[in-house]
């Protein structure tokens, strides 16, 4: 028995001489601490804003305002940036950048000269065209942001009280039932496009003359493709319209039931010479649905917008566009414009409404 009591009194020492070694340890990393928050932490300081912050001071840079999806011409967007620091135990201070103290730059070279940049504002110019896309990069100190936009017309700017359009010469220029043309309008770079037409009348071959040159690209990347299509109508002055208005009116009975197909005078986009119906070989070229169904007309939907065109009139939208399916009538708006309609599944309408 007694050498057994002599065991566990040995036991007993051992375990009591490891209390003293977890105590110091604790007492150490206690001291350290509060040597840290007392005494090293006062010494780094920083002045911010009248205010000082002790100890490691992390700075962040909020950009305003958000980004968004458009941006619009003519408008003024400010930007600002504020300087946040934080020191111990989270204390924060912020600091609100001047404008002058903002770098702002526009990333494409070709819309450097049509951005007015005055210190943190800038404002687009009416002459970019919507659909349009810019990258605004916006710098304070050792940060900055990207804003990423598409440009995007004021309709409501562009129409005068008796609904006639102020901008016909735009290419992304609205015209419908609510928007009207000037009889008196009329393109001043008419040209006529080098491809194959079924109409022998000359003033409707023609097109301004950027468009001209993009349906060229169309009708030559269908080719390629082994689909041939033929010019049918393009430009058509008021008065014209006005003479094919008057008999759609006789053959479709009514006035109404017309209005379905065809504008009426100064409500057609034939008249800004941006519109070109067209057909093939295989419908005796005339301007019928059926286009929708042959494999040409299959391409035209699906490829057109690498051109600049659009559907100007797609099935499905009618309620929207105020008139029926039309897979013959390509309209320009350039590419840029016409990848985001197409791609997002919109009518020229829809995109200016959003």
């Not at 700075?59 to 504020?82: H, L, M, R, V």
């Not at 008057?246 to 100064?266: C, H, L, P, V």
Request: proline letters at 3%.
């Amino acid at each position: 028995m007694a050498k057994k009591i002599v065991l566990k009194r040995s036991k007993r020492r051992r375990r009591n001489r490891k209390t003293p070694i977890i105590k110091l340890i604790g007492v150490f990393i206690l001291v350290v601490f509060v040597v840290w928050v007392i005494v090293a932490a006062p010494f780094k300081t920083t002045k911010v804003a009248d205010e000082v912050l002790h100890g490691n001071v992390k700075e962040k840079i909020n950009f305003s305002p958000q980004e968004g999806d458009y941006i619009q011409t003519g408008k003024t967007i400010t930007y600002d940036a504020t300087l946040v620091c934080r020191g111990l135990f989270g204390k924060e201070v912020a600091l609100g950048a001047k404008g002058n103290e903002l770098v702002i730059t526009v990333e494409e070279n070709k819309l450097k000269n049509k951005v007015d940049i005055n210190k943190n504002k800038i404002k687009i110019s009416n002459s970019v065209t919507s659909g349009t896309p810019i990258s605004v990069r916006v710098s304070y100190k050792n940060q900055s942001k990207t804003y990423k936009y598409t440009v995007r017309d004021d309709l409501k700017k562009k129409i005068g009280e008796d609904m006639f359009v102020k901008n016909p010469k735009e290419y992304d220029c609205v015209v419908n039932k609510k928007r009207h043309v000037s009889s008196d309008y009329e393109p001043d770079d008419l040209v006529y496009p080098d491809v194959d037409y079924a109409q022998t009348n000359k003033t409707v071959r023609q097109m301004r003359k950027k468009a001209a040159r993009a349906l060229e690209d169309l009708f030559k990347g269908a080719r390629e493709n082994d689909y041939i299509f033929f010019a049918v109508s393009g430009y058509r002055p008021y008065n014209m319209q006005e003479s094919i208005h008057t008999s759609q009116i006789r053959e479709y009975g009514s006035e109404e039931e017309a209005n379905k197909y065809s504008a009426k005078a100064g409500e057609s986009e034939h008249q800004l010479g941006l519109s070109m119906d067209v057909s093939i070989n295989s419908l005796s070229y005339k301007l019928t649905e059926e286009l929708a169904d042959t494999d040409e007309g299959k391409w035209l939907a699906e490829n057109c917008h690498k051109y600049g065109f659009i559907i100007r009139f797609p099935k499905g939208k009618e309620s929207i566009t105020g008139y029926n399916y039309e897979p013959w009538h390509v309209r320009y708006v350039g590419k840029d414009l016409a990848k985001l309609i197409h791609d997002n599944d919109l009518t020229l309408e829809e995109y200016f409404e959003l």
